[in-house]
């Protein structure tokens, strides 16, 4: 059964929009995305599932809600998309409603549940054609649209003014030459190796992260830049509300960006769904063939710099720590390999989570859900009761994590569930413990 | 009654058997060329790999976590894919009809195999009905169908021991099987066509794309 607390949660986004909606309109829409907009892949989606249910298991949102049925990813596409085409999309706005509460609140696109799924369907594909639906019709959680709108006018997800994103550079690049002389933010520095880009959130709320990364880059002499103009956001919500055409603009920005700079690589800041975005889904949807230079996430980048010895290590963490294996840089990259070398390299004490590595459980936060918002907040930790327990089980005091909504998601976890813990980017760890040339420390 | 079944009977059967097959395939084909993503994407090497992760029994986590599902499962399709083919009554047909000769099982061999199948029937049936991760995606049409898989394996096997009259089940047997060959392109049976595609694009995209394993 659909949780009535969460079923009866008001957004301004989904119940006023749906208000207007004709059923004409809402057949078009659903009948040109199931024709126009996709192929080969959801047709065989649809008719290989056998209605085994064995997918259930794979999703936190199942695990965490008592086994819940609902809850399991078959019973999700039952309720949303399998509707849809046994209708012909001839669907109310009574079941638009709960389609876009379930493809929007109730799933992350983790891609979990295909690693279960007997056949390899793509179950997160079909919740984000139901998402690209709603887009459509413009039903889509308020604050999730609100994110999308921003990409559309500033080209970064939070509104950020390009006199605020420079001085925000200034003014991290001050902090950090407190700690080291002589640190610069290079910005605009044409045919630098590497561009640096970063999630709007960063400068809007976190702008320390950059501080530590300019730190980083001066400590390995690295030749890097960033931009003054649009283009240096490689967040991506659009994506995950289904405004592919925004999407596909934001992507273009970002990797033009880095086309004018002249860089060799672009590295980017400790996200997740960014990665995505600019590596799969921007490039897929403009048509090309991948990212027109190497995309390296920071990640990445640590373990090079570490394990190639560029980076010196001074002391080490001596708290218990953990870590959370983000989706798309885990299921979607295979970095939990170097992400644990990293850690090992920073921490004493390193206890892994169970299960690990790309069967580690989503955060319940990314693929767009924390990004709608606080009316959906008690929905995502009902959610994610089973992250809180894998935690605990850990022992650990410290949650590395090196992807935003990971960290914001774990966070929420950790105060909803009093589990006492707190969490950390890898770059946070990297201060604590690097040689910083030419400061009192070293 | 009995020329008819089989004769022109069989013969609609294999014809809308290969025939929905070769349509559902070469459509499907069409399609996935439209799509920007499935064909450059697809490779052999993650591909197979990820196939044999999941034909291997306890290859795969979600394998390891349901044991009995897991055994029953495999049984069940072997069992279910094997017997119609090497079943003696049907490599008498193969020779009759077309000279083949063919590969045949004992009769003991091929009477266990059957009970196997129709053990695996009772098995899935009831999981749809109990479990409620199943139940909550199940319609009657999924249990229809689990009794047109199960139906020839039962006709085949009381004709076989010859408990009825046989002119009478052995048409029941025909028809039954018919139904059994006509589903498959047209229902879920299909993956039986598919699961070597859905699962080795998956495993391309999680090999050559993200660097990652899907089992």
Not at chain 2, 51 to 66: D, G, I, K, L
Request: proline fraction near 5%; glycine fraction near 6%; hydrophobic fraction near 45%.
């Amino acid at each position: 059964m659909a949780d009535p607390v969460d079923a009866a949660v008001v957004d301004q986004g989904i119940d006023d929009r749906l208000k207007g909606l004709s059923t004409e309109r809402i057949r078009d829409v659903i009948n040109r995305v199931l024709t126009k907009e996709s192929a080969a892949r959801l047709k065989v989606y649809l008719d290989t599932c056998v209605h085994c249910g064995l997918c259930s298991e794979a999703c936190h949102t199942y695990l965490s809600r008592d086994r819940d049925p609902d809850f399991a990813p078959v019973a999700k596409v039952k309720d949303t998309l399998w509707e849809m085409v046994r209708r012909k999309g001839d669907v109310d706005t009574e079941f638009l409603k709960k389609a876009a509460r379930i493809a929007f609140t109730e799933c992350g696109a983790c891609r979990r549940c295909s690693m279960y799924c007997p056949f390899g369907i793509d179950i997160a594909y079909l919740i984000m054609t139901v998402r690209r639906i709603c887009s459509l019709l413009g039903v889509v959680p308020q604050y999730l649209q609100d994110t999308t709108n921003s990409h559309a006018v500033t080209m970064n997800q939070m509104w950020v003014q390009q006199d605020d994103w420079i001085d925000t550079l200034m003014w991290q690049e001050e902090d950090a030459a407190d700690e080291i002389p002589g640190l610069r933010i290079p910005l605009d520095k044409e045919g630098a190796d590497i561009m640096y880009s970063v999630i709007a959130p960063e400068p809007k709320i976190l702008a320390q992260l950059i501080a530590n990364m300019a730190m980083i880059f001066h400590a390995v002499g690295a030749d890097w830049t960033m931009p003054s103009g649009d283009g240096w956001d490689n967040s991506n919500m659009a994506m995950y509300s289904g405004d592919f055409e925004v999407m596909g603009r934001v992507e273009k920005a970002h990797w033009e960006a880095a086309m004018d700079l002249r860089v060799k690589r672009m590295v980017m800041g400790e996200c997740g769904h960014a990665y995505r975005g600019a590596v799969y889904d921007g490039p897929k949807w403009l048509g090309w063939q991948g990212p027109p230079i190497t995309m390296v996430h920071a990640v990445e980048y640590y373990y090079d710099i570490i394990s190639s010895g560029k980076l010196k290590i001074a002391r080490k963490i001596e708290e218990p720590v953990t870590v959370q294996d983000p989706c798309n840089i885990v299921r979607g990259r295979g970095l939990h390999k170097k992400l644990r070398y990293v850690i090992n390299a920073l921490c004493e004490d390193f206890r892994d989570m169970e299960p690990r590595y790309e069967h580690n459980y989503c955060c319940a936060a990314g693929g767009g859900i924390i990004n709608c918002g606080p009316p959906w907040k008690l929905s995502r930790m009902k959610s994610i009761k089973v992250k809180a327990e894998q935690i605990a089980d850990t022992g650990a005091e410290i949650v590395v994590t090196p992807c935003h909504n990971c960290h914001s998601g774990i966070e929420d976890i950790i105060g909803h569930y009093n589990l006492g813990t707190h969490v950390q980017f890898i770059s946070e760890l990297i201060i604590k413990t690097m040689e910083k040339p030419g400061s009192e420390q070293t | 009654m009995y020329e008819f079944a089989t004769g022109p009977l069989v013969w609609i059967a294999f014809i809308l058997f290969v025939g929905g097959s070769i349509y559902k395939l070469m459509s499907m084909l069409i399609l996935a060329q439209k799509e920007k993503s499935v064909l450059p994407t697809w490779n052999a090497k993650f591909g197979l790999r990820s196939v044999m992760h999941w034909v291997v029994p306890f290859a795969s986590r979600n394998q390891r976590m349901h044991p009995v599902m897991t055994v029953v499962s495999f049984v069940f399709h072997l069992c279910l894919l094997i017997t119609p083919l090497f079943v003696m009554g049907h490599a008498v047909l193969w020779k009759q009809s077309w000279g083949i000769r063919w590969f045949s099982l004992p009769a003991w061999a091929a009477d266990i195999m059957t009970l196997v199948v129709i053990g695996g029937f009772f098995f899935f049936f009831v999981r749809r009905m109990v479990a409620p991760e199943v139940r909550n995606v199940n319609t009657w049409k999924d249990y229809v169908l689990l009794l047109i898989v199960v139906a020839p394996f039962i006709t085949g096997f009381v004709a076989h021991q010859q408990w009825l009259p046989y002119s009478t089940i052995i048409i029941a047997h025909i028809v039954t099987g018919v139904l059994w060959l006509i589903a498959i392109p047209f229902t879920w049976l299909s993956h039986m066509l598919w699961f070597f595609f859905s699962r080795s694009y998956m495993g391309s995209e999680f090999g050559s794309v993200r660097n990652a394993r899907d089992w």
